[in-house]
Structures are given as C-alpha cells and as structure tokens.
C-alpha cells in the first residue's frame, strides 16, 4: 500500500485526491511506521483542495461527499504523535487562509469539526505545536464576517452561549511569547470589527468583559516594569540601560494601541470598561499621587515616568471621558490615600504572582468613599505664591507648574508635554482647557463672544474688559459633569467652591510659569524650545496678555543671552557661530509655529543634552565648549524670537546678519596666495611670513614644516607647508588645522616651544540625548589633538604665538562686525 503513494502521477488531478482519502480512511492507528504518510497526506489534501477551488470546483465536492473534515478529526483522535496535531493544523490553516470561495468557507464553518479542532485539549507545552493553534485561529478570524461568524456559535433563544473560537484565543492573550500575543490580539480585532450585535454583547458581558480589565492590568504590570528602569536617581543611563527602557516603552505603546483599536470597534461599554480601568488600577491609585513634588517614595511610582504614561495614554487612548476625567481630576488636590485603597490598587504592596488575569474577584475595582479624598481649593490665592516652591502646589494642576518652575530638566519637558497633550487632546471639553489655564487665546475669545451674543452677561463683561479685571465665571462647559462623575462614579469625595474670578486667573498661572522658565539657566534649550511652543500656542497673536512684567523678564534673559554671544564670539569656536546662529534660528521658527509639539513623549523618560553630555566630556575640551556655545545660541534664538513674539511682529525668515565683508588686499592670506577657499592639502603657497618649525606627530619622527597662521573673514587656519627645494620661499601645504580655540601657549621651562590645542574643523551637533549614552562609549574620540612646535629660538617662538593672536583678533571682529545688527536688537 505504502509503495503505491510514491508512484510518479499527476499530483493535481481529482483521482490523486480520491486516492490518498481512501488511504487515510484505512489508517486505524498513527505509530511511527505511517505517519510519514500521514503527515505527507494532509499536506497533499490541503495543496489540492486550494487547487482544487481555484480551477475545479470538483475537488471540495468530494471534499464534502466524502467527509474529509470528519477524517481529520478521526486522525487527530487516533495519533498521540506531535508532529501529526502540528501537520493537521498547518493544513486547516492553508486550507482556510487559501479557499476563495464563500460556499467553501460555509461548508468548513458550518459544522462541529472546526470546533472540535479549536477545543481539542493539545499539549500546549510544545512551542511549535501552539505557534501553528494560533495561526490556525488566526486563520479562521480572517475569514469571518456577519454571515460566517454565526457559524462558529452556539445561541439558545437567541443569546450565544458559547463562542469558542473567542473564548479559547484570548486564554493566550498575556502569553510570554510577543508573537502569541500579536496574533491573538489580531484575532480579536478581527472578531470586533465584524460589528456582529449578539458578538458583541457576549464579548462585553461577565465573565468574557474581564478580559479587558485584565488587558489594564497587564498594561499597569508594564508600567510598574519601566518605572523600575527610570530610576529618578539615576543620572547617567548607559546603553544598555537605555535599551531596555526602549523595549518597555515599546512594548507598552503597543499595548495602548491596542486598546485603542478594541476601544474604537464600536463594542457597546467596552470604552467605559477600559476608561474604568485605566483611572481605577493606573492613573488614580498611581499616576496622579506621583505628580505631587513632596510625595516621592522610592517604592511609587517616579513623576517622571508618570509624565510619560500620562501622555502616552491620553495622546493614544483617545476616549472622551478619558481625558476629561483625567482633566478634572488635575484641578483636584489629592490630599491623600486611605491604606485600604493602597492595599488594593497600588501595584507595588501586590504579589503579581498571585494576581492573575483570570481572576475576577477584584474586578470591578470599586473605590469606597472614604477611599479617596480630593477637593478643589480656593483660587483666591495669588499666583505667585501658588506656585512659589515645590509644596505650595495643593492642586495637581499647580503641581504641574511647580515642574515647570522648580523641576529638573526631565521635569520640566514632561510637564510641558502633559499638558501640550492636553491642549492637542481634541476630545477634551474647551472647559477643561479653562480649569488647566492653556485655552488658547484665539479659542478662548471664541467661547466669550458666543456667551456675550447668547446674553450671558459674565461672557459680554469679560470680552470687552481687560486682562486684569475680575469678574464671575464659574466652571462651564463639562467640568461640572466630571466632577460630579468623579464622586458618583468613581466614588471620589470632591469639594468645589466657585469662585468669581476672571478666567484670566488660571492662564496667569500658566504664563508666569513659561515666563519664569525663560530666565532658568539650569534648564537645557531643547525644554525652553518646548516652554516657547507651547507659549506661542497659547497667545498665537499678539502681545495682548504679556503685562510689564512679562515683557521685563523676557528682556533681561535676552540680554543676559546677548552677553554671553559676545562671549562666544570670542570663544572657541567663533568660525561656526554664525552658520549655527542661522540653521537654529531656522529651526526653532519652524518648532514654535508648528501645529503640534515636536517630540515624541518617550523623549520624557532620557536626559537631555544639556544633561547626559555632562559627564562625558571634560570641561576644558572643545567640545564642551562647543556644548556650550550650542545651547547658548539656541536660547539666545528662542528669546530672540520670544521678543519679536511679544511685541506683535511677525518672525523673519533669517536673523539679521550682515554679509561677509570684502578679501582684505593686506593680509597673510593675501601674501600667502590663498584664494577665497582656503587652504587645502597639496596646494602651493608663498612661505614669505612662515616660520620655520619641528614637530613630531609620531614618537622618534621629527619633522620639519614652515609654520603659518592665516585667517579670511571669520575662517582661520593653522598651516604647516614643506619648502620646495628648488624653489626657495614656496611650499605644499600638508597639515591643516583650525585656528579658533587652539589656546596657544607658550612653555613654562623652554621658551622656544609653542603648545596648541587641535579642535576638529566641525562639530559633532548631531548627536540626541538618546545616543548620549553610546556617546559614552566614544568618549575617547572626543579628546582634542595636542601640538607641540619647536621653533630655533625664542624670538621666533615668540613671533608664532603674535602671529596666532592677531589672526584670530582678526577672525573675531569679523564675527563681531556680522553679527552687530543682531546684538543691536537688545535694545528693543
């Protein structure tokens, strides 16, 4: 028998089929002589039943006549052998990924076999075996719409029962596997989007609705794992720290994708069931407490990862009731939590070995009354003493704040960020942007015009009084609703007091903060940049709110950045300073009119430049003064356009600069024989002001050059040429080197030796606070090239080092005279 299977024939033909059924239908027991020809033969059936819809419809009339479906499971039942369960379900899983036809597909669905199959008690302890069980459930979801899926339930008067294809995949939904849990959650999605009404109710109702409550739950274990990565104290994170935050990061934005696709299928509840998760089991017994600055604790979780998660979930769970719960409750002032609410909720006092997904006993996470005290403050107190210190903020919005002003650098840009998620959050009632003090002006003008035209006399009073009046308005819109729904709700205590105060008051909070935060010279110019977009989204216009106040503190941080311009122009790298002034003022006009901010919130959880370079360049290197010049030009830029800003001008394309002078007739340029270009290796040049010098780049290998300082406009050079032989006075040029920051000095014990410092021609500006850390790991490429010449005598050493200082005076007053027009508008 086994002999005939392995004769040559026409492998797709219909007798090819009937021949290998009638020998599978012998097979009575699977042992290790037939299952060669066992496995061979589901292959062969699965290839020709997919030929077979394609170009014969009578091959699946057999398939049906004779029952195939029924074999597979008799073979299933009948083999003890792992191999075998893995064939069958690989060809169930071609067979249904490849059948075109809708009567094919109603005839596999239409029967207990495929149920059967997706019951069956396998041994999932075989990798293989359960990776080909859920391709072949994966498979089976593709094929489902509202005529197919009704196949696969069962229903007594007419409410399903039992859906086990649904049932079964999400038993797999949490697997350690990322591949098993991928598929799954495709499955799912496949299942939701059919929009079938009675899927649906089944899917949401007890006990199968858990299982997105236990989606929160796994969520919140991924959070806990990325707060233990970003340890507040820490730093300095290496790479294989950073790593490893990366790789939690991801995994837990896929995971809120998810539950944004599963919360936008258009299943009835399941919205509110992940919203009541996310406060109940994350953001309230968590998140939100961590925002206090007073209420750190090694074993909460840090405000900066707090920040991060906060964003995260609001920018991609885009759920109304969400993000306007969430809004509500940062006007509260959580005082504190009772110990049974912490007992029950906080994630690190729970054993998450014992926690199971499938374990509902908890679920609903309700919160007692008692359990949560929060209660909205007087607004009577005055700005500035409202967010004058870290533990003057009572309400989380001025917590907030207190970041802004008082923060570390990762402090403050997850502060910003928040609540530019906020004001970028278009689910969120205009009211809540109110409360938080970030309505932008041009909506806020809005809203009052259209109280003042429906006869609401606070709106008519405040459109036409000015920004320091008083006057009644109390929380409108859908604040109210929230509040009440975080006591009813949620079950959490609040107080709200109305107070009759101009809704400028909540704004002034936030403008005083991103004001303050101009002058903070602790802070890194990548956050500032953050402070000014989200200042210039709130008063996209005019000078309108700046009061004098505003005006003099912006004034006196650009002066002080003015100064320290002058500083660089001096500096180290003057020869840069001007293209860097031109491509930041660039970008950062491009970064505080854009509709949106420009970082992504994982940037929140890694140090800034400012911050993470720190300590991988030494002070005295170029490069940190290179550092150094970067942030201070990109400040000075910011402040620079802050000004124009706040005076109601419109920003200009370019700073003015003026254009690079004139080739001086005079000059060691000039006599050399240098073109506009400058020198380049193997070029001629006349030696008449060269000196003559020795150095030796390698140990025991002097070398003789004609040492030469030359400089054109704000370019300089270092030049060390060969004399020709046969041409006396004239050489190649063959070492170049920037003039700028060679720090020349002559030696303390011999007098005819000259000491200079190398820079680089360019600076490594590309580098992310991200790559800091492999940064790290190049530090010893960051290390400036040291020169030693020895010249004959000291009056010829002494005539190099004059020769260096004049060109690079030379060099700066060119730098100085371009930027003049700049440094001018100080005094605007």
Request: net charge negative; aromatic share 8%; glycine share 4%.
């Amino acid at each position: 028998m086994w002999f005939s299977f392995w004769r040559a024939r026409d492998r797709f033909t219909l007798d090819e089929l009937r021949n290998l059924t009638d020998q599978l239908m012998k097979i009575q027991v699977v042992n290790d002589v037939n299952k060669a020809f066992v496995i061979e033969a589901l292959r062969s059936i699965a290839e020709l039943i997919t030929y077979g819809d394609q170009h014969d419809l009578n091959f699946f009339e057999f398939f049906m006549e004779k029952q195939v479906m029924g074999e597979f499971v008799r073979i299933l039942k009948i083999s003890k052998n792992v191999i075998v369960s893995v064939q069958l379900l690989q060809t169930m899983s071609i067979m249904i990924q490849n059948l075109k036809s809708d009567h094919s597909i109603y005839y596999l669905f239409s029967n207990e076999h495929i149920n059967f199959l997706i019951t069956y008690p396998f041994d999932f302890r075989n990798e293989e075996l359960l990776s080909y069980y859920i391709s072949f459930l994966r498979a089976i979801s593709g094929k489902l719409n509202k005529n197919t899926i009704s196949l696969l339930v069962k229903t007594e008067k007419e409410e399903i029962v039992a859906f086990p294809l649904y049932v079964e995949a999400i038993r797999f939904a949490f697997h350690e596997e990322g591949m098993i849990r991928t598929a799954v959650r495709a499955l799912t999605l496949n299942i939701y989007h059919v929009g079938d009404v009675y899927v649906n109710k089944y899917i949401a109702t007890t006990p199968h609705g858990n299982y997105f409550l236990n989606l929160v739950k796994f969520f919140r274990e991924h959070c806990i794992s990325l707060n233990g990565l970003v340890s507040p104290i820490t730093e300095n994170q290496g790479s294989e720290s950073t790593s490893r935050i990366l790789s939690a990061v991801d995994e837990i934005e896929d995971n809120l994708y998810y539950l944004s696709d599963v919360a936008s299928a258009g299943i009835p509840d399941v919205g509110a069931l992940i919203t009541d998760g996310m406060l109940k089991l994350l953001i309230f017994p968590m998140l939100l407490p961590s925002l206090r600055p007073e209420a750190f604790d090694r074993k909460n979780f840090g405000s900066v990862t707090s920040l991060y998660l906060l964003c995260c979930i609001l920018r991609i769970l885009k759920i109304k009731d969400l993000a306007n719960t969430v809004a509500a409750a940062l006007i509260c002032s959580v005082e504190s939590f009772s110990p049974k609410f912490e007992a029950k909720h906080n994630g690190f006092m729970v054993d998450h070995d014992d926690e199971s997904h499938d374990d509902d006993e908890k679920s609903s996470g309700n919160l007692d009354s008692s359990s949560m005290m929060i209660s909205i403050p007087s607004l009577s107190t005055s700005s500035s003493n409202q967010h004058h210190c870290w533990r003057s903020a009572s309400v989380l919005r001025d917590a907030l704040i207190s970041y802004i002003t008082s923060g570390d650098d990762m402090q403050v840009v997850g502060s910003l960020s928040v609540l530019a998620t906020f004001l970028q959050t278009k689910e969120l009632d205009e009211s809540m942007l109110d409360a938080l003090g970030i309505l932008p002006q041009r909506q806020q003008h809005k809203k009052l015009l259209l109280k003042a035209l429906v006869g609401e006399d606070s709106g008519d009073e405040q459109l036409f009084a000015s920004v320091n009046s008083t006057s009644k308005d109390g929380s409108d819109g859908e604040l109210n609703i929230y509040l009440q729904r975080l006591k009813d709700q949620y079950e959490v205590s609040c107080s709200y007091q109305e107070i009759g105060k101009s809704p400028h008051v909540h704004r002034r909070l936030v403008l005083d903060a991103l004001i303050g935060l101009f002058s903070r010279t602790s802070i890194s110019a990548d956050a500032l940049w953050d402070g000014g977009w989200l200042l210039r989204q709130l008063l996209p216009y005019s000078e309108t709110e700046f009061n004098t106040h505003h005006l003099q503190s912006i004034k006196d941080s650009f002066t002080k950045c003015c100064n320290q311009l002058v500083e660089e122009q001096r500096g180290s790298w003057p020869d840069l300073l001007i293209q860097v002034l031109c491509d930041e003022w660039r970008k950062c006009k491009r970064v505080i009119e854009a509709s949106s901010p420009r970082k992504d919130p994982k940037s929140i959880l890694f140090p800034t430049r400012k911050a993470s370079l720190s300590d991988v360049i030494p002070i005295e290197s170029s490069f940190a003064a290179g550092e150094t010049m970067y942030e201070r030009v990109k400040v000075f830029v910011l402040l620079h356009q802050l000004q124009i800003f706040s005076a109601g001008s419109s920003l200009p394309d370019q700073p003015p600069i003026l254009p690079p002078a004139e080739f001086l007739e005079v000059s060691r340029a000039k006599s050399a024989g240098l073109n506009t270009i400058g020198p380049k290796l193997s070029t001629e040049l006349h030696l008449i002001d060269a000196i003559p010098c020795r150095i030796a780049f390698e140990r025991g290998k002097e070398r003789h050059f004609s040492f030469l300082a030359v400089s054109m406009g704000i370019s300089g050079w270092i030049v060390l040429a060969e004399e020709f032989p046969q041409k006396p006075s004239y050489g190649t040029v063959r070492v170049v080197a920037p003039l700028a920051g060679c720090n020349p000095r002559i030696d303390e014990r011999h007098a005819r030796w000259l000491h200079l410092r190398i820079r680089p021609s360019t600076l490594p500006l590309t580098e992310t606070a991200k790559n800091a850390a492999n940064l790290k790991l190049r530090s010893k490429s960051l290390v400036d090239g040291r020169w030693t010449l020895a010249f004959k005598d000291e009056a010829s050493c002494k005539s190099a080092l004059t020769m260096i200082l004049e060109e690079i005076d030379l060099q700066c007053k060119e730098v100085e005279r371009r930027l003049k027009p700049l440094l001018l508008s100080k005094e605007i």
